[in-house]
Protein backbone atom coordinates (compact mmCIF):
# COMPACT_ATOMS: atom_id res chain seq x y z
CA UNK A 1 0.00 0.00 0.00
CA UNK A 2 1.06 3.65 -0.93
CA UNK A 3 2.24 6.25 1.79
CA UNK A 4 0.35 6.58 5.30
CA UNK A 5 -2.72 8.25 4.25
CA UNK A 6 -4.38 7.16 0.78
CA UNK A 7 -3.31 3.61 1.34
CA UNK A 8 -3.42 2.55 -2.71
CA UNK A 9 -2.88 -1.08 -3.44
CA UNK A 10 -0.94 -2.13 -6.35
CA UNK A 11 -0.50 -6.26 -6.28
CA UNK A 12 2.92 -7.21 -7.68
CA UNK A 13 4.53 -10.65 -9.19
CA UNK A 14 7.75 -10.27 -7.58
CA UNK A 15 8.95 -13.52 -9.12
CA UNK A 16 7.64 -12.49 -12.85
CA UNK A 17 8.40 -8.75 -12.26
CA UNK A 18 5.21 -7.34 -12.93
CA UNK A 19 2.02 -6.30 -11.66
CA UNK A 20 -0.70 -8.60 -11.32
CA UNK A 21 -3.38 -5.98 -10.35
CA UNK A 22 -3.03 -2.57 -11.17
CA UNK A 23 -2.44 0.11 -8.19
CA UNK A 24 -5.26 1.67 -7.05
CA UNK A 25 -7.85 -0.54 -8.60
CA UNK A 26 -8.96 -2.13 -5.86
CA UNK A 27 -10.21 -1.02 -2.32
CA UNK A 28 -7.85 0.45 -0.36
CA UNK A 29 -5.84 -1.13 2.79
CA UNK A 30 -2.81 0.33 4.67
CA UNK A 31 -0.87 -1.41 7.10
CA UNK A 32 -1.33 -5.16 5.21
CA UNK A 33 -0.47 -8.34 6.17
CA UNK A 34 -0.19 -11.52 4.27
CA UNK A 35 -1.90 -15.09 5.53
CA UNK A 36 0.45 -17.84 5.48
CA UNK A 37 -0.30 -19.31 1.44
CA UNK A 38 -0.67 -15.63 0.08
CA UNK A 39 -4.58 -15.91 -0.64
CA UNK A 40 -5.72 -13.34 1.48
CA UNK A 41 -4.19 -10.11 3.33
CA UNK A 42 -5.80 -7.88 5.83
CA UNK A 43 -5.70 -4.63 6.19
CA UNK A 44 -7.06 -1.05 7.46
CA UNK A 45 -8.46 1.59 5.66
CA UNK A 46 -10.96 4.85 7.29
CA UNK A 47 -10.06 7.67 5.85
CA UNK A 48 -13.96 9.60 5.65
CA UNK A 49 -12.87 12.55 4.36
CA UNK A 50 -11.68 10.70 1.31
CA UNK A 51 -14.35 11.02 -1.25
CA UNK A 52 -17.08 8.84 -2.65
CA UNK A 53 -16.28 5.35 -3.75
CA UNK A 54 -13.64 4.86 -0.94
CA UNK A 55 -14.48 1.92 1.00
CA UNK A 56 -14.63 2.55 5.11
CA UNK A 57 -14.47 0.77 7.82
CA UNK A 58 -13.17 1.03 11.39
CA UNK A 59 -12.61 -2.84 11.83
CA UNK A 60 -10.33 -5.29 10.06
CA UNK A 61 -10.64 -5.58 6.20
CA UNK A 62 -9.85 -9.31 4.69
CA UNK A 63 -9.23 -9.36 0.92
CA UNK A 64 -8.40 -11.55 -1.82
CA UNK A 65 -5.01 -11.92 -2.25
CA UNK A 66 -5.39 -12.61 -6.06
CA UNK A 67 -7.63 -10.03 -6.96
CA UNK A 68 -7.96 -7.50 -4.17
CA UNK A 69 -11.41 -7.75 -3.68
CA UNK A 70 -12.98 -6.89 -0.13
CA UNK A 71 -13.87 -10.55 0.73
CA UNK A 72 -15.19 -9.55 4.73
CA UNK A 73 -15.11 -7.50 7.35
CA UNK A 74 -14.20 -8.33 10.61
CA UNK A 75 -15.83 -6.79 13.36
CA UNK A 76 -13.84 -6.16 16.74
CA UNK A 77 -16.12 -3.37 17.85
CA UNK A 78 -13.46 -0.68 15.97
CA UNK A 79 -15.47 3.47 15.68
CA UNK A 80 -14.25 6.38 14.93
CA UNK A 81 -12.61 7.23 18.18
CA UNK A 82 -11.59 4.11 18.22
CA UNK A 83 -10.73 2.40 15.35
CA UNK A 84 -8.52 -0.76 14.56
CA UNK A 85 -4.82 -0.52 13.27
CA UNK A 86 -1.29 -2.40 12.60
CA UNK A 87 -3.41 -5.83 11.99
CA UNK A 88 -0.84 -9.08 11.77
CA UNK A 89 -1.73 -12.20 10.37
CA UNK A 90 -0.18 -15.45 12.34
CA UNK A 91 1.51 -17.77 10.36
CA UNK A 92 -0.40 -20.49 11.07
CA UNK A 93 -2.95 -18.43 9.63
CA UNK A 94 -5.82 -18.63 12.77
CA UNK A 95 -5.03 -16.03 14.39
CA UNK A 96 -4.86 -11.63 13.79
CA UNK A 97 -3.11 -9.78 16.16
CA UNK A 98 -3.93 -5.48 16.11
CA UNK A 99 -4.08 -2.27 17.34
CA UNK A 100 -7.11 -1.21 18.91
CA UNK A 101 -6.81 2.45 19.41
CA UNK A 102 -7.65 4.18 22.30
CA UNK A 103 -8.36 8.00 21.42
CA UNK A 104 -7.95 8.55 17.78
CA UNK A 105 -5.86 11.12 16.37
CA UNK A 106 -5.85 12.29 13.11
CA UNK A 107 -8.98 10.69 11.83
CA UNK A 108 -8.02 11.96 8.10
CA UNK A 109 -5.58 9.50 7.89
CA UNK A 110 -6.33 6.55 6.27
CA UNK A 111 -4.20 4.83 8.90
CA UNK A 112 -5.07 7.11 11.80
CA UNK A 113 -2.13 8.42 12.55
CA UNK A 114 -1.75 10.15 15.67
CA UNK A 115 -3.32 7.26 17.67
CA UNK A 116 -3.41 7.26 22.08
CA UNK A 117 -3.99 5.11 24.42
CA UNK A 118 -3.30 2.42 22.42
CA UNK A 119 -3.83 -1.23 23.61
CA UNK A 120 -3.78 -4.90 21.74
CA UNK A 121 -6.07 -7.49 20.79
CA UNK A 122 -6.26 -10.58 18.79
CA UNK A 123 -9.18 -12.75 17.09
CA UNK A 124 -9.14 -16.57 16.64
CA UNK A 125 -10.23 -18.13 13.38
CA UNK A 126 -12.12 -21.63 14.19
CA UNK A 127 -12.24 -22.45 10.52
CA UNK A 128 -15.65 -21.13 10.04
CA UNK A 129 -15.73 -17.65 11.75
CA UNK A 130 -13.67 -15.22 13.46
CA UNK A 131 -14.08 -14.93 17.04
CA UNK A 132 -14.56 -12.25 19.41
CA UNK A 133 -11.73 -9.91 20.16
CA UNK A 134 -9.04 -11.49 22.80
CA UNK A 135 -7.42 -8.48 24.95
CA UNK A 136 -3.89 -8.81 25.01
CA UNK A 137 -2.72 -5.05 26.78
CA UNK A 138 -4.69 -2.97 28.58
CA UNK A 139 -6.11 0.83 27.27
CA UNK A 140 -4.21 3.13 29.52
CA UNK A 141 -3.87 7.20 29.88
CA UNK A 142 -0.67 7.93 28.42
CA UNK A 143 0.68 4.78 27.34
CA UNK A 144 0.32 2.85 24.18
CA UNK A 145 0.91 -0.86 22.83
CA UNK A 146 0.92 -0.99 19.30
CA UNK A 147 2.66 -2.69 16.20
CA UNK A 148 2.12 -6.09 17.13
CA UNK A 149 3.92 -8.58 14.85
CA UNK A 150 3.65 -12.66 15.37
CA UNK A 151 7.39 -14.76 15.30
CA UNK A 152 7.69 -17.44 12.51
CA UNK A 153 5.75 -20.01 14.61
CA UNK A 154 3.18 -17.33 15.93
CA UNK A 155 4.30 -18.08 19.56
CA UNK A 156 4.91 -15.12 20.38
CA UNK A 157 4.16 -11.32 19.70
CA UNK A 158 6.48 -8.34 19.67
CA UNK A 159 5.19 -5.07 19.81
CA UNK A 160 5.96 -1.35 20.93
CA UNK A 161 5.38 0.58 24.18
CA UNK A 162 5.71 3.92 24.59
CA UNK A 163 4.82 5.98 27.53
CA UNK A 164 4.12 9.84 27.80
CA UNK A 165 6.60 11.69 30.23
CA UNK A 166 3.21 13.70 31.93
CA UNK A 167 1.22 10.96 31.85
CA UNK A 168 -1.43 12.30 29.47
CA UNK A 169 -1.81 11.38 25.44
CA UNK A 170 0.45 13.55 24.50
CA UNK A 171 2.41 13.52 21.07
CA UNK A 172 5.47 11.54 22.37
CA UNK A 173 2.81 8.47 22.99
CA UNK A 174 0.96 8.86 19.85
CA UNK A 175 2.17 5.19 17.80
CA UNK A 176 3.62 7.27 15.43
CA UNK A 177 7.51 8.83 15.88
CA UNK A 178 7.72 8.51 20.19
CA UNK A 179 11.26 9.12 21.15
CA UNK A 180 11.11 6.36 23.78
CA UNK A 181 9.66 3.81 21.59
CA UNK A 182 10.52 0.30 22.98
CA UNK A 183 9.85 -3.51 22.05
CA UNK A 184 8.48 -6.02 23.74
CA UNK A 185 7.66 -9.76 23.23
CA UNK A 186 4.69 -11.75 25.03
CA UNK A 187 2.89 -14.82 24.16
CA UNK A 188 -0.40 -14.55 22.33
CA UNK A 189 -2.73 -14.96 25.48
CA UNK A 190 -4.91 -12.95 27.33
CA UNK A 191 -2.98 -12.18 30.86
CA UNK A 192 0.57 -12.84 29.51
CA UNK A 193 3.43 -10.76 30.94
CA UNK A 194 5.26 -8.62 28.81
CA UNK A 195 8.79 -8.94 27.98
CA UNK A 196 11.04 -6.22 26.87
CA UNK A 197 13.96 -7.09 24.84
CA UNK A 198 16.27 -4.49 26.57
CA UNK A 199 19.64 -5.70 24.72
CA UNK A 200 17.97 -4.84 21.46
CA UNK A 201 16.54 -1.77 22.61
CA UNK A 202 19.53 -0.42 24.24
CA UNK A 203 21.26 2.60 22.99
CA UNK A 204 25.06 2.52 21.09
CA UNK A 205 28.34 3.47 22.58
CA UNK A 206 28.05 7.01 21.11
CA UNK A 207 24.58 7.80 21.97
CA UNK A 208 24.22 10.99 24.49
CA UNK A 209 20.91 9.68 25.41
CA UNK A 210 19.75 6.78 27.46
CA UNK A 211 16.91 6.12 25.43
CA UNK A 212 16.85 5.37 21.68
CA UNK A 213 13.63 5.05 19.53
CA UNK A 214 13.11 1.49 18.43
CA UNK A 215 9.83 0.99 16.13
CA UNK A 216 8.20 -1.10 13.50
CA UNK A 217 9.69 -4.21 14.39
CA UNK A 218 9.27 -7.21 11.72
CA UNK A 219 10.35 -10.96 12.47
CA UNK A 220 12.50 -13.23 10.16
CA UNK A 221 9.87 -15.74 8.93
CA UNK A 222 12.24 -18.61 9.80
CA UNK A 223 13.41 -20.58 13.16
CA UNK A 224 17.33 -20.88 13.44
CA UNK A 225 19.12 -22.94 15.21
CA UNK A 226 20.66 -21.18 18.52
CA UNK A 227 23.52 -24.14 19.12
CA UNK A 228 24.22 -27.77 17.42
CA UNK A 229 21.66 -29.18 19.94
CA UNK A 230 18.76 -29.66 17.35
CA UNK A 231 16.07 -28.49 20.03
CA UNK A 232 17.37 -25.00 19.97
CA UNK A 233 15.66 -21.93 18.54
CA UNK A 234 16.94 -18.61 17.32
CA UNK A 235 15.32 -15.46 15.80
CA UNK A 236 15.92 -12.76 14.56
CA UNK A 237 13.85 -9.32 14.50
CA UNK A 238 14.51 -5.76 12.59
CA UNK A 239 13.37 -2.75 13.38
CA UNK A 240 13.34 1.08 12.81
CA UNK A 241 15.66 3.22 15.31
CA UNK A 242 17.31 6.90 15.70
CA UNK A 243 20.79 5.39 17.23
CA UNK A 244 24.09 6.11 16.13
CA UNK A 245 24.93 4.17 13.50
CA UNK A 246 28.16 2.54 14.76
CA UNK A 247 30.78 5.33 15.63
CA UNK A 248 28.91 7.09 13.60
CA UNK A 249 26.02 9.49 14.17
CA UNK A 250 23.18 9.09 11.17
CA UNK A 251 21.97 12.24 9.30
CA UNK A 252 19.47 14.00 11.34
CA UNK A 253 16.42 12.96 11.62
CA UNK A 254 17.10 9.80 10.17
CA UNK A 255 16.52 6.41 10.92
CA UNK A 256 18.15 3.27 9.87
CA UNK A 257 16.70 -0.39 9.60
CA UNK A 258 18.54 -2.51 12.92
CA UNK A 259 18.89 -6.24 13.79
CA UNK A 260 18.73 -8.23 16.51
CA UNK A 261 18.47 -12.11 17.56
CA UNK A 262 15.51 -12.95 19.95
CA UNK A 263 15.69 -16.96 21.85
CA UNK A 264 12.20 -17.47 22.01
CA UNK A 265 12.77 -20.08 25.04
CA UNK A 266 14.33 -17.51 26.89
CA UNK A 267 10.95 -15.25 27.48
CA UNK A 268 10.10 -15.56 31.06
CA UNK A 269 13.83 -16.07 32.25
CA UNK A 270 15.48 -13.03 31.60
CA UNK A 271 16.25 -10.85 28.69
CA UNK A 272 15.80 -13.00 25.56
CA UNK A 273 17.55 -10.43 23.01
CA UNK A 274 20.78 -9.64 21.63
CA UNK A 275 22.41 -6.36 20.85
CA UNK A 276 21.27 -4.94 17.64
CA UNK A 277 23.66 -4.61 14.24
CA UNK A 278 22.56 -1.85 11.47
CA UNK A 279 21.71 -3.40 8.14
CA UNK A 280 24.56 -2.18 5.85
CA UNK A 281 22.21 -1.50 2.52
CA UNK A 282 20.14 1.25 3.37
CA UNK A 283 19.91 4.64 1.97
CA UNK A 284 21.54 6.99 4.90
CA UNK A 285 19.93 10.49 3.60
CA UNK A 286 15.94 9.16 3.70
CA UNK A 287 14.17 7.51 7.04
CA UNK A 288 14.02 3.71 7.28
CA UNK A 289 10.86 2.36 8.77
CA UNK A 290 9.68 -1.26 7.96
CA UNK A 291 11.74 -4.04 7.16
CA UNK A 292 9.87 -6.56 5.04
CA UNK A 293 10.88 -10.35 4.97
CA UNK A 294 10.77 -12.91 1.93
CA UNK A 295 12.75 -16.77 2.00
CA UNK A 296 13.64 -16.05 -1.97
CA UNK A 297 12.62 -14.72 -4.97
CA UNK A 298 13.37 -17.48 -7.81
CA UNK A 299 12.98 -16.22 -11.35
CA UNK A 300 13.57 -17.50 -15.16
CA UNK A 301 16.50 -17.19 -16.85
CA UNK A 302 16.35 -16.91 -20.65
Request: aromatic share 10%.
Amino acid sequence: AQGSYDAFVLLYDVEGGTPSVPFNSTPRSAFSSWNGDGSRYVGVFADESDGAGAFISYDLNIFDGDTGLHLETVDVGGSEGSPTNHPDWSPTGDRIVFTQVGVAGNTDSGTLAFARQCSLAMVEFDGTSWSEPITLSDSIVGESTYSPTFSPEGDLVAFNRSSCDDGQNGGDCDAYDDPEAAMYVMTPAAGSTPVELAAANAPGATDAVDVVQNSFPKWAPFTFRRSSEITSRLHWITFSSDRNFGLREPPESHTLIWMAAVNPDAVGTGDPSAPAFALPFQDLATDNHTAQWTQAVVGTIE
